[in-house]
């Protein structure tokens, strides 16, 4: 059988099944310390004393150290930067002077057992002269910090705006939340003197970046630490990341010569990981009667909080470089202006920059639709890039690369959604509806993601002398199906059963590089780096194989690891396993074992693209949204494993909902976050999902990579925002009031009660 393309059952599952998976907190060693955080409790002020007296006298208290302890550990560096010049505003992992936000650490204790390191942290004393924090940027005024400007623009918008017929002007806003996976962060550190080496357990996401950094950090030669992944209970953008905890860790580790084991709670968790969204839209676009986009002008202010963490301006380059989504628009800018606050520091989260510009940029469709009284679906068309313009490029960069749009055709993937939507007939019984006082409406958002983000990623594929294929690659699994889809490739290429195939990942020892799983890329790189590899020992076998089947090894395949002449199963055979016992040193005159690496780079990336569409019905008394039904159409170019998209969408979308209606990490005037514990900061829960219908196509393969394949991991939420707000907006009849996300009961009631 083919293995990719089917929907394999998961093959990492099994342990997180029987309950005996191995996450952070299920590890611990002889002898070691708990570390626990002391955090600021106020969002600004001057770090004037820490009296950590009381804390060291408790039994079993074996440390406790401040910013004096960590001078010459340098403030954590930047993963992806994009801009110059921005190294002042990074976390050093201690707060020195000042704290700039609730939650920011300012001393850790080191305890023999975890209970005793909180009770002892709470003793630690804090001296802090609060001064006015910033919590609302774009009202701060003089006091407010503008880190940088980015802007992408291309076109002539002079021309596009001089005589323009109609100009519409919107203010859109996207409120602040995050990925809330279900396991915390947490890290379990020790130095190994026998061999100088400085082993973490706990990696996520990007394992080899992360130990770079900290072998840096901490003036380590690389070879002297080692990252270690287990399993992981979830990613979304927000694990993985360095924060001060895990060099703090580490740095414990070194220092005291003991284990160091850390694991956050959950209101930790929500103070101190990162956060994201937060970003205020000021748009305008230059609109012909017939619904023609001649240009737009975006303004937007991002909310970074206090610092700028590893991912620096990702999330505005991205938002400034994916706003103009499918559509083909003459002339265009945006910039982005980076601000501080006295809030969490913010990073990415699952299609970040993506949800807030296609929310940004579906308003506005809509909004232009209604003031010329067209069918927005039309407008869409009008605007999108035709397919004989493939591969389409944008004339800017996204993430150091030219944003070129590798294969589609828009205009019949819109036209194949509205049909599975009975899009004519929906409408009708929606208006309906209506007739009869539901208030119910249909909204739809159209959307490009991008995924496999270079520029390289390597996999060793390796046979033993049972016939055992063990894959061994450089990045991470955080629930999104590595194991498996990699074994598919695997499987397919060298022809064994996908039950003798292993994956191995996350572990920096095994393989000297990797780039680890964001962006979209694990398919895309690592699939085609797995194939790359499968591919060169197959070769290996089959030349191998030739001298004792007496064959030319072009006559020659392999079935479920058996080598045989093509066209006679039933002849003369050799097991894969046999192959690799004669490929043992001294057996063989070539290079000995029955391995190769391979290694795939990309100079573009791959562009998915689809459509959500959202019904709902609006109670305008108590404000609640009820999503009725949510259908995802997503263009995927290859699925390896259709099931883990169709469950990778449904994740999405259950967060995007999330995003759409109820996540809002809000704070008060004094920098006092409202939303600390799962009681404030509200989340989708079974009775807020709808069953997510997945129209999964796979009719324009990607040029870019062997697979064909593009990314599949953040579709499923990138356009539920806007398909959401444009819903509410057609069930409430106002289509230019929806401006905010999220759709809060208490807005959608001031909503509905100044509808016309």
Not at 312 to 334: C, D, H, I, K, N
Request: glycine fraction near 10%; proline fraction near 6%.
């Amino acid at each position: 059988m083919s293995y990719v393309g089917s929907s394999v059952k998961r093959i990492e599952d099994r342990p997180l099944l029987t309950g005996r998976a191995r996450f952070v907190a299920d590890l611990s060693l002889p002898y070691q310390l708990h570390m626990r955080v002391v955090r600021s409790p106020v969002a600004h002020g001057r770090l004037l004393e820490i009296d950590t007296s009381e804390a060291r006298a408790m039994d079993g208290v074996e440390a406790v150290w401040t910013r004096d302890d960590v001078r010459e550990v340098p403030p954590i560096d930047y993963r992806m930067a994009w801009v110059e010049g921005l190294e002042r505003f990074r976390q050093p992992v201690l707060a020195a002077d000042h704290v700039r936000y609730v939650g920011e650490p300012v001393a850790i204790v080191l305890a023999t057992d975890s209970y005793l390191a909180e009770d002892a942290a709470e003793l630690v004393f804090a001296g802090i002269e609060e001064l006015d924090p910033v919590v609302d940027p774009l009202a701060a005024g003089p006091e407010a910090i503008e880190t940088t400007v980015v802007e992408k623009a291309y076109g002539d918008l002079e021309e596009a705006f001089g005589d323009a017929p109609v100009v519409v002007e919107m203010e859109l806003a996207v409120g602040r939340h995050s990925g809330v996976p279900m396991e915390t962060r947490g890290a379990l550190a020790h130095y190994d003197p026998m061999r100088s080496v400085l082993e973490m357990f706990g990696a996520a996401k990007v394992p080899h970046h992360n130990r770079a950094a900290i072998a840096s950090m901490l003036g380590l030669p690389l070879g002297a630490v080692v990252l270690r992944e287990g399993h992981v209970g979830g990613g979304f953008g927000i694990r993985g990341e360095l924060y001060p905890e895990d060099v703090l860790v580490c740095l414990a580790a070194l220092r005291l010569g003991r284990p160091i084991r850390w694991v956050e709670d959950r209101r930790e968790h929500m103070l101190a990981a990162n956060h994201s969204r937060d970003q205020v839209h000021r748009i305008r676009a230059a609109v012909e009667a017939d619904g023609w986009i001649r240009g737009v002008i975006d303004e937007f202010w991002v909310d970074q909080g206090a610092y700028l963490r590893t991912h620096q301006v990702t999330v505005t380059e991205l938002t400034t470089s994916m706003l103009p989504g499918p559509y083909a628009w003459p002339a265009y800018r945006s910039r982005g202006h980076v601000m501080l606050s006295n809030k969490t520091p913010c990073g990415t989260y699952r299609a970040p920059g993506r949800y807030e510009s296609t929310f940004v940029r579906e308003r506005l469709i809509e909004v232009i639709a209604h003031r010329l009284g067209l069918d927005s679906s039309e407008v869409r068309r009008r605007n999108l890039v035709p397919p004989e313009r493939m591969p389409y490029e944008r004339g800017i960069a996204a993430l150091g690369t030219e944003l070129t749009y590798d294969s589609g055709d828009y205009p019949g993937f819109l036209d194949r959604t509205l049909e599975y939507l009975d899009y004519e007939q929906l409408t009708t019984d929606l208006a309906r509806r209506r007739v009869d006082g539901e208030l119910v409406g249909l909204g739809m958002g159209f959307f490009v993601e991008k995924s496999g983000l270079g520029p390289f990623d390597g996999v060793r594929v390796t046979v033993d002398e049972a016939g055992e294929v063990l894959v061994i690659t450089g990045v991470a699994s955080i629930g999104q199906g590595v194991e498996t889809v990699l074994a598919q490739v695997c499987a397919d290429e060298l022809g064994v059963g996908i039950d003798s195939v292993r994956v191995r990942h996350g572990q920096t020892d095994d393989l000297a590089y990797g780039m680890g799983a964001f962006a979209s890329r694990v398919t895309v790189m690592s699939g085609s780096a797995t194939l790359i590899a499968a591919r060169r020992v197959r070769r290996k076998a089959l030349e191998a194989a030739a001298a004792a089947l007496e064959a030319d090894p072009d006559d020659l395949t392999i079935e479920r690891g058996r080598v045989f002449v093509r066209g006679s199963p039933a002849g003369p055979a050799i097991m894969l396993g046999e192959v690799a016992r004669r490929l043992r040193p001294g057996l063989t005159s070539g290079e000995p074992g029955l391995a190769a690496e391979g290694w795939f780079e990309a100079h573009h990336m791959a562009y998915p693209y689809g459509i959500h569409a959202a019904i709902v019905r609006v109670d305008p008394d108590s404000g609640r949204v009820e999503v009725e039904r949510l259908v995802v159409a997503y263009e995927v170019g290859k699925a390896v494993n259709p099931e883990l998209v169709n469950g990778q969408i449904a994740g999405g979308a259950a967060q995007g909902i999330g995003g759409a209606l109820l996540e809002d990490f809000a704070y008060d005037e004094s920098g006092q976050p409202l939303a600390a514990t799962f009681m404030d900061y509200l989340m989708p829960t079974i009775a807020e999902m709808p069953d997510v219908e997945v129209l999964l196509l796979e009719e324009a393969p990607s040029p870019l990579n062997p697979l064909g394949v593009k990314g599949a991991g953040e579709g499923g939420i990138t356009a539920v925002g806007a398909a959401i707000a444009n819903a509410v907006a057609d069930a409430l009849g106002c289509p230019e009031k929806v401006t905010r996300l999220p759709l809060g009961p208490e807005r959608v009631r001031r909503i509905a009660a100044g509808r016309a």
